[in-house]
Structure formats: C-alpha cells, structure tokens
T-cell receptor
C-alpha cells in the first residue's frame, strides 16, 4: 500500500480481555516499530523488528504484551488480560532499516480503550 | 536512560516566527529529527539534521544543533495557522528512536 496501515482504528474492550492490533507496513520496509502514545505524551518505544525477528523488545512493559512478524511484513501486537492502564494509541511505523537511523513512516494508530 | 525534553506549549501570532526547543541525552545519536502530528493523524517527518551539522535550512524551517549542550531547536518563519500541531523532537539511539513529549504549537490569528 501507499502508507502504513493499522487496524482497527478504534478498539473498545473490557478489562481482562485479549486484544490484537495489526500493522501493515510500507512494502519493502524491513524495519517495523511499535510505539504507545498516551494522552499528552510522546510516543513510547515498545518493540522493533528487523525482518521477522524482534531486534529489540526492551520497551514491552510486561509479559502481557507480545508482538510477532512471521513473514517479515505484517505485524500483530497482542495484549493479554488487558488493564485500564493499557488504554492509549498504539502507533506502528516502518522504515527502510538502513543503519544510523532514517525516516520513520507512521500509521494513524489504533486507539485502545479498556473499560 | 535516554531522555528527550521539550517545553509542552507555545503560542504565537500568525506571521511571527516560532522557535521550539529540545534537549536530548545521547551524544552518539547520528541524526536528530523533528516530527509533526496534526489532530487525528500519525506523526510525519518534518525535517532532520545529521549530528555533525550545526544548522539546516529548508524553506521556512531552520534547525539549529548545539552538540556540546545537546540542544536542538526548530524555527518556523512566517508561522501560519496550518502550522498548528504538536511537534516532536526525536533522536536515534542505535536503530531505535526516542521521542520527546511534544510541543503543542498554537497559532493565533
């Protein structure tokens, strides 16, 4: 596609439920990032993929959070036993993955509300 | 750990210049970035500067980098109402990117 696509754009769930958020990056981008943005704050790093492997998952807050990218393209962020504090906008970004940084292309985010 | 700081709000009149400031912590960052986020939209890269540069100009935008003080600024000349948005400073930390809290720029007519 032309840009990074995230689905769903909005998700309302109840405390304790399981949630999956999907990211479809720009074709050919090897690097994929998940960030979380709470109201009034900047994006907070969660996990970074280079190809199929998680190169850095140090930002995942606890073991309820997990992400996969099985074929090196689409990624799914999975949240188990959701808590009210998980409510935020989850942003996905992709890049060409060149060394030393590079432009991140962001999706519009998935807004998660945990009641 | 890495920490990027910015003032949270800035208000200017249309036609004036805006200056948004940022301090960062990682002296090994290769690039420093300014991203713009409009309401309901994703972040979009506005401009960036390579760490061995002092200044970069791109039309109405001027980026100044003081590497000794780890201080980055973004100047927007002739600010327009369409410039109203949240501006995020970011540094790359290896292959990761660390963002500041964002500065909300309000442009008054």
């Amino acid at each position: 596609g032309a840009g990074v696509s995230q689905t769903p754009s909005n998700k309302v769930t109840e405390k304790g439920k399981y949630v999956e958020l999907r990211c479809d990056p720009i074709s050919g981008h090897t690097a994929l990032y998940w960030y979380r943005q709470s109201l009034g704050q900047g994006p907070e790093f969660l996990i970074y993929f280079q190809g199929t492997g998680a190169a850095d998952d140090s930002g995942l807050p606890n073991d309820r959070f997990f992400a996969v990218r099985p074929e090196g393209s689409v990624s799914t962020l999975k949240i188990q036993r959701t808590e009210r504090g998980d409510s935020a906008v989850y942003l996905c970004a992709s890049s060409l993955g060149t060394s030393g940084g590079g432009e991140l292309f962001f999706g519009e985010g998935s807004r998660l509300t945990v009641l | 750990g890495e920490d990027v700081e910015q003032s949270l709000f800035l208000s200017v009149r249309e036609g004036d210049s805006s200056v948004i400031n940022c301090t960062y912590t990682d002296s090994s960052s290769t690039y420093l970035y300014w991203y713009k986020q409009e309401p309901g939209a994703g972040l979009q890269l506005l401009t960036y500067i390579f760490s061995n540069m002092d200044m970069k100009q791109d039309q109405r935008l001027t980026v100044l980098l003081n590497k000794k003080d780890k201080h980055l600024s973004l100047r927007i000349a002739d600010t327009q109402t369409g410039d109203s948005a949240i501006y995020f400073c970011a540094e790359n930390y290896g292959q990761n990117f660390v963002f500041g809290p964002g500065t909300r720029l309000s442009v008054l007519p």
